[in-house]
């Protein structure tokens, strides 16, 4: 991708579901199948699409586009559950991701949640720690008849962590 080109975040729109599906299998499939067994990928990888839309639609979900392209996904629960964050295996390693976290942590701080946490896989966990989330515990989770390991992580933001307001500033 060429320098001067960025990818934005808009909103999920229904119309989104198939790249979205499409996205968070693929990324299962071609990236997370490092680190796990292809029944644990397979069992993980399934989706009820109606579930899978209806999902999106219940949480402010967030789209990574570059043009029409949907690059990755994410979401934010009332709670501060970070529940999903998928790149396309084509566009790992540019940002992506990173600009997907910024925009769940800035809705965060705007909304007053004060603690975010997810449950992270293998391969997301580097990407959460260097992002200041802090492992809460190893998980054993079953899908489908599969068992798969994962991260409790968390991170706590508050009006001191937000780059734009000066430390000068009342809270």
């Known amino acids: 991708?060429?320098?001067?080109?960025?990818?934005?975040?808009?909103?999920?729109?229904?119309a989104d579901l198939d790249a979205v599906i499409e996205i968070y299998q693929r990324a299962i499939r071609e990236v997370a199948s490092?680190?796990?067994?292809?029944?644990?990928?397979?069992?993980?990888?399934?989706?009820?699409?109606?579930?899978?839309?209806?999902?999106?639609?219940?949480?402010?979900?967030?789209?990574?586009v570059l043009g029409e392209e949907r690059?990755?996904?994410?979401?934010?629960?009332?709670?501060?559950?970070?529940?999903?964050?998928?790149?396309?295996?084509?566009?790992?390693?540019?940002?992506?991701?990173?600009?997907?976290?910024?925009?769940?942590e800035a809705a965060a701080t705007e909304q007053g949640i004060g603690r975010l946490f997810a449950e992270a896989s293998l391969t997301a966990r580097p990407f959460f720690e260097r992002r200041g989330f802090s492992v809460i515990a190893a998980q054993q989770v079953e899908k489908r008849g599969q068992v798969l390991r994962n991260f409790r992580m968390e991170k706590s933001?508050?009006?001191c962590s937000?780059?734009?307001?000066?430390?000068?500033?009342?809270?």
């Open 1 to 14: 991708m060429p320098p001067n080109i960025r990818p934005s975040i808009r909103r999920y729109r229904s």
């Open 34 to 64: 490092k680190d796990y067994s292809p029944a644990q990928v397979e069992a993980w990888a399934q989706v009820d699409r109606d579930g899978f839309a209806t999902r999106r639609l219940s949480r402010p979900t967030w789209v990574a």
């Open 71 to 104: 690059l990755g996904f994410t979401d934010l629960e009332p709670d501060g559950h970070l529940d999903m964050m998928f790149v396309h295996p084509a566009h790992q390693g540019i940002g992506v991701a990173t600009l997907l976290c910024a925009t769940v």
């Open 157 to 159: 933001i508050s009006w």
């Open 162 to 171: 937000d780059p734009f307001r000066g430390s000068n500033d009342e809270p």
